[in-house]
């Protein structure tokens, strides 16, 4: 009845436009108003306006306003124009379609304003938030909270955009700059900030961060654009601050439509597929549509635990085939028997022994599956016609100082020499530390710091390279479409990052002061272990590729295929008879950098 009422008085006021105080003419044509009125009445409850909680309206709704008045001013036109007995002029009929467009639509955003506002009276928690990111991810945030009062409510914005600081969106104002934190979050007595800033590389977060001096300041995070698992924004994906936005997080882009050319409608076998890199790998596939994903690993747990996250939390499409194997990959007949059942189209080889402390009390198991493990996997993969293979190695075969390092590294040696002649492409990415894999020094440190200290570092000297492994596994699916001959890519890890530091900011963010709350102990260097980390070998040469993130290494003594095969075999049988000296004697030929026992 509103909505007839507003329709009604633009029609009249039409008339009173049109023909001033002529009531003569106005009372002749009044009928043909009302007409108008019925039609766009009409045609307002045929295009589902009714069917709108107006409360919760969006753009979306109001372009329905818009669908339902144009729709009855044309059938009004038709109308006249077919019944002829009867006429509108074209200016009252445009004068009341214009004006009920804006009553009907100022009538649902003035009752969408009022409702919030009441709710904002009655349910406002009192807490004072700053965005920082006037972005779309950061609107979507404002906008939830202003539907949710009982979050907060929103002071305004940072950006960095210049143009848009002093201006205002969706009525909040971006009160300045990334550099005007502090003064902000002062003037404005904010108590929790937000950072929506998914695209933005941990430095860019770190110099944000070290900003806010105020403890009591609340600070919370939108994950990386990777982290997210569709294009929805959702207020339960905020998180707290951790370690991991500090450190770990890249500016990376790919080019998924240009992945998934190599990966749609495919059988793809992932190896290691319950680990830390491996099921972030599955993760990141299962969105490319492949015609079939193989989870292989030796665990059982991780394996039935990364196949029932798939199920559960990614949208499978029907297609797409999810197949459980649990299989070591040093057990030739078994991965025999794996390759005949799926006969897979792309192998992803992730699956490896990274710990190198227990790598050291446990050669053979090392080269078993680092080494030997990798051989099988490749040989296999030629056997049977895999199009491509990727190879998943560490930092730590660069000058390897750890029996897990120098294993990896005669992986990196065999998929070298297979892949020079081979119709299978092979590629092997190198990379350095991952924030947030299983067994991570991060993870201790957390432990730690939950007990109450202290926090043991080996070295105050000792630097990592960090990324985060959502980021990380990005760019191992881009080198699938540069993987050729055995190529070695290595990754842009940013800047090494003291051990020590990140050991502090962990403390900090789970507010305790360093030395004084929690202690932080040194307990010296453990054997394998390296004071800094590496990625290239003094003859390689890096050369760059079509991405930014990623570098084709040229330089290192290819050997034959059949030499290295047997050098594997060897090592793995001196392994299991614990004859380590001999290992460094026969690896001094292939790996001359490796610096175990050397000091």
Request: charged share 25%; proline share 4%.
């Amino acid at each position: 009845m509103i909505d007839i009422s507003l329709i009604l008085f633009s029609g009249v006021f039409s008339l009173f436009i049109r023909f001033g105080f002529d009531f003569s003419k106005i009372a002749n044509f009044f009928p043909s108003v009302l007409i108008e009125v019925f039609i766009i009445s009409l045609m307002c409850a045929i295009n589902g306006m009714y069917n709108v909680v107006w409360s919760y309206a969006g753009f979306k709704d109001l372009m329905i306003v818009f669908r339902a008045t144009l729709s009855g001013y044309v059938v009004s036109i038709l109308f006249f124009f077919l019944l002829r007995d009867m006429t509108l002029p074209r200016s009252v009929g445009i004068l009341t379609f214009l004006g009920s467009l804006v009553l009907i639509s100022g009538s649902r955003i003035f009752l969408s304003w009022w409702r919030t506002r009441r709710r904002i009276n009655v349910g406002d928690s009192g807490k004072r938030i700053l965005i920082i990111g006037a972005n779309d991810e950061g609107i979507s945030i404002m906008e939830e909270i202003e539907r949710r009062p009982e979050i907060g409510k929103v002071v305004g914005f940072l950006d960095d955009v210049e143009k848009n600081i002093g201006r205002n969106i969706r009525g909040k104002k971006v009160l300045g700059s990334f550099e005007d934190v502090e003064r902000i979050l002062n003037k404005f007595r904010i108590d929790e900030v937000i950072i929506s800033l998914p695209n933005h590389p941990s430095a860019e977060i770190r110099k944000i961060v070290d900003k806010i001096k105020d403890p009591s300041v609340s600070i919370k995070i939108l994950p990386g654009i990777y982290e997210l698992t569709d294009n929805r924004l959702k207020i339960s994906q905020l998180r707290d601050l951790s370690i991991e936005d500090l450190v770990g997080r890249q500016a990376v882009s790919v080019n998924m439509e240009e992945i998934r050319k190599f990966i749609e409608g495919k059988k793809i076998l992932v190896t290691g597929a319950g680990g830390s890199i491996g099921s972030e790998i599955c993760r990141q596939l299962v969105r490319l549509k492949p015609k079939e994903l193989i989870l292989l690993g030796r665990g059982e747990n991780s394996i039935y635990s990364i196949y029932e996250e798939l199920s559960e939390n990614h949208v499978i499409d029907e297609e797409t085939k999810l197949s459980r194997v649990i299989a070591d990959v040093s057990d030739q007949k078994r991965m025999r028997m794996v390759f005949e059942k799926y006969e897979p189209d792309v192998v992803f080889h992730a699956a490896a022994h990274k710990h190198v402390d227990l790598m050291e009390e446990n050669p053979v198991e090392a080269f078993k599956v680092n080494s030997f493990g990798t051989k099988v996997m490749a040989d296999l993969s030629i056997d049977f016609n895999v199009e491509r293979f990727v190879f998943i190695s560490t930092d730590k075969a660069v000058k390897p100082s750890s029996i897990m390092g120098l294993s990896k590294r005669f992986g990196e040696i065999y998929i070298r020499s297979v892949g020079r002649d081979s119709d299978t492409k092979f590629g092997i990415v190198r990379f350095g530390n991952v924030i947030g894999s299983r067994g991570s020094v991060l993870l201790k440190f957390k432990r730690q710091i939950e007990k109450g200290g202290p926090v043991t570092i080996t070295d105050p000297r000792m630097k990592r390279f960090f990324m985060s492994i959502p980021e990380a596994v990005a760019l191992v699916l881009q080198t699938v479409v540069f993987a050729e001959k055995g190529d070695l890519f290595v990754l842009d890890m940013g800047e090494l990052i003291p051990i020590e530091k990140i050991a502090r900011d962990m403390i900090i963010l789970a507010g305790y002061v360093p030395d004084r709350d929690i202690k932080i102990v040194y307990t010296g260097i453990r054997p394998g272990e390296k004071l800094t980390e590496e990625l290239f070998l003094e003859d390689e040469i890096p050369q760059p590729t079509s991405h930014p993130k990623i570098m084709r290494v040229e330089g290192n003594e290819i050997y034959p295929v059949e030499e290295i095969s047997r050098v594997i075999e060897v090592l793995l049988e001196l392994s299991y008879r614990n004859m380590i000296w001999e290992i460094l004697k026969i690896t001094e030929k292939y790996v001359p950098d490796h610096m175990i026992n050397k000091g």
